[in-house]
């Protein structure tokens, strides 16, 4: 059974950071793209970033782009979202993704593209 669990969320002021993890037990975890998605209250959810299998390549939204750093560390089937400079803005649920099969990380900005899905952590900038 594939499992998904992210941590890390929290209440920040604007311009402070936090570390989201995303424990995956997925047998495939080593050879899955990762994402990290978000939701805010009466939006949809959109693309944040995505690793490849290798940390080899990686995409952020424009939004986040400078100030969110994906990573993952394969030994302890854990991806991580390094959220720094946050603004009120940044306020959603953060879900993490596993993509199951192959699939050049270009093509994986839509929630459509993962297999497996997280329960989300909460994370709330104040202004």
Do not use: H
Request: hydrophobic content about 35%.
């Amino acid at each position: 059974q594939v499992q998904l669990v992210e941590s890390g969320g929290g209440l920040v002021q604007a311009g402070g950071s936090l570390r989201l993890s995303c424990a995956a037990a997925l047998r495939t975890f080593s050879r899955s793209a990762m994402g990290w998605f978000r939701q805010a209250p009466g939006k949809e959810r959109e693309f944040v970033a995505t690793i490849d299998w290798s940390s080899s390549s990686t995409i952020y939204a424009d939004s986040v782009k400078g100030r969110f750093t994906i990573s993952r560390d394969n030994t302890k089937n854990t991806v991580y979202l390094q959220m720094n400079s946050l603004k009120p803005e940044d306020t959603a649920l953060y879900y993490c993704a596993a993509r199951g099969t192959l699939q050049p990380i270009g093509r994986l900005l839509s929630p459509a593209e993962y297999d497996y899905w997280g329960q989300g952590t909460q994370v709330t900038v104040s202004s």
